[in-house]
């Protein structure tokens, strides 16, 4: 029978609360700089997802053919 790896599970649990901390100060970042009367979703406007289109390069060359 295997036996747990521990030191895996400690790290994981390590690197979730670290990328929480970093959230929560990017969080407190953006609410300090931004409006803090402007609430997007009590005023209908909502970020638009990211395209497919938006990660492809424009300055590629034609497919060759």
Known sequence: MATPNYGYEKRQKELAKKRKKEDKLKAKAERKL????????IDGVAEEPESDAAAIPENLPPAAT
Do not use: T
């Open 34 to 41: 931004g409006d803090p009367g402007y609430d997007p979703e």
